[in-house]
């Protein structure tokens, strides 16, 4: 027999509809999970949660074997897939204008999701791993590339719309964050 155990987790301090809040780490987990035995555990979301989860599984005595998660993220390095311009050195910078919010030097190999948040600019963001379009920005001008790993709808590409959580520039750009 399978059975699924649902419950609200948020990481807000508010609790969601009086579930927990917080890291899943192994308190947490455990009072969530209560009994471990005799479970398969499947783990989706962002790398840092899925690391989390599976670090702290495995610390309260959890086999790897029992443990299935999804991939996602960014890849570890952009500078070694094929769409990084074999020209283009690993440690270059550009320039990256965001409308209305002002311009930054940012790290080529950096997504651009992470290097406007690292400079104050707040763009929404979900999966974080360039699946669900919440972090989409309108690309004005310049090049950037996208991770192999990540699925670009074919309007945005038509309407010039990059998922800034996957993209990285290439060279100096403009982006609007519709
Ligand atoms: S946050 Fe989901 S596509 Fe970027």
Redesign the pocket.
């Known amino acids: 027999m399978t059975a699924f155990k649902s419950t609200t987790c948020s990481r807000n301090r508010t609790a969601v509809g009086g579930g927990a809040t917080g890291l899943l780490d192994q308190t947490l987990l455990k009072s969530l999970l209560g009994s471990l035995d005799g479970r398969r555990y499947y783990i989706c979301g962002p790398n840092a949660m899925c690391n989390l989860v599976i670090d702290s599984l495995g610390a309260l005595g959890v086999p790897n074997h029992l443990l299935r998660r999804e991939l996602y993220g960014p890849p570890a390095q952009i500078t070694e897939e094929s769409v990084w311009p074999s020209n283009l050195p690993a440690d270059t910078r550009c320039q990256v204008a965001v409308e209305g919010r002002g311009e930054f030097d940012v790290a080529a190999n950096e997504t651009l999701?992470n290097s406007l948040e690292r400079n104050g600019v707040e763009v929404r963001?979900?999966?974080?791993?360039?699946?669900?379009?919440?972090?989409r920005l309108q690309l004005l001008s310049g090049r950037v590339v996208v991770s192999e790993q990540t699925c670009v709808r074919e309007a945005d590409t038509v309407h010039g719309f990059v998922?800034?959580?996957?993209s990285y520039p290439i060279e100096d750009v403009k982006v609007k964050i519709p």
């Open positions: 999701l963001a979900t999966c974080r791993s360039g699946e669900c379009g919440a972090c998922h800034a959580c996957a």
